[in-house]
């Protein structure tokens, strides 16, 4: 199911980490009845809401309780992430700003990180040497499962490395948001109501 793994990128001691599939991510999909969906700066690149409302829609369909974790700063302006998802017609209710998701992650089944970086990391809870040391985040390594989508192991825009692409919990998930959120509706698709 998984290939073969994958090293992050200018590090001395390389650590890899395993991709997974979009079939991979379905399974983890079918019997979750609360994810979060953390969008950031590369869902904007990847132009993915759109996609993203499709996932939303077929997981709202299936009963699943879909949220948006919304940072003041992921994206590269303030509001970013809301004029995005507005754009794709996502219901402004399932918006919820940091300081009030923060307390649903460890109910969440599914944390799923579309092209977010910097504001996921925990090293901004842990890790006194880290230049992001202090930054409030949003906690998504304390749900359940954590899905991230992106395309390497490449650092965000404060080029700091982030521990949670090597938790047991997290599934990495490699590739362009667009395609890759499409290949996941496709699977869900698939699933039995
Ligand atoms: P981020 O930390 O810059 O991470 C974005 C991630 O998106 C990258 O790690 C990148 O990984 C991935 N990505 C890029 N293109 C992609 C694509 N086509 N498909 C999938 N993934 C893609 O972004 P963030 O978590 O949103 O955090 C925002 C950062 O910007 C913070 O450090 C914040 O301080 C800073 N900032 C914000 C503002 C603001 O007003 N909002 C202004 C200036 C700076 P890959 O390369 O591996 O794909």
């Known amino acids: 199911m998984s290939a073969p793994p994958v090293a992050a990128a200018g590090q001395v001691e390389a650590r890899t980490v395993i991709r997974y599939t979009p079939e991979d991510a379905k399974l983890m999909?079918?019997?979750?009845?609360?994810?979060?969906?953390i969008p950031g700066y590369g869902m904007a690149v990847a132009q993915?809401?759109?996609?993203?409302?499709?996932?939303?829609?077929?997981?709202?369909?299936?009963?699943?309780?879909?949220?948006?974790?919304?940072?003041?700063?992921?994206?590269?302006?303030?509001?970013?992430?809301?004029?995005?998802?507005?754009?794709?017609?996502?219901?402004?209710?399932?918006l919820i700003e940091m300081d009030e998701i923060n307390s649903e992650f460890a109910q969440a089944d599914v944390a799923l990180v579309v092209g977010a970086n910097d504001v996921t990391n925990p090293a901004a809870r842990t890790d006194k040497t880290s230049p992001i040391y202090g930054m409030p985040i949003l906690d998504v390594d304390k749900a359940r499962t954590v899905m991230v989508i992106k395309r390497s192991l490449n650092p965000g825009f404060a080029g700091v490395d982030n521990e949670l692409y090597y938790m047991q919990k997290t599934l990495m998930l490699f590739g362009d948001a667009k395609s890759f959120v499409s290949e996941m509706v496709k699977e869900v698709q698939t699933l039995a109501a």
Do not use: W
């Open 29 to 37: 999909l079918e019997n979750a009845s609360s994810v979060i969906i």
């Open 48 to 94: 993915a809401q759109h996609k993203i409302r499709e996932l939303f829609d077929v997981l709202t369909k299936r009963g699943v309780d879909v949220k948006f974790a919304i940072h003041p700063v992921a994206g590269r302006m303030p509001g970013h992430m809301n004029v995005l998802l507005a754009e794709a017609d996502i219901p402004y209710d399932k």
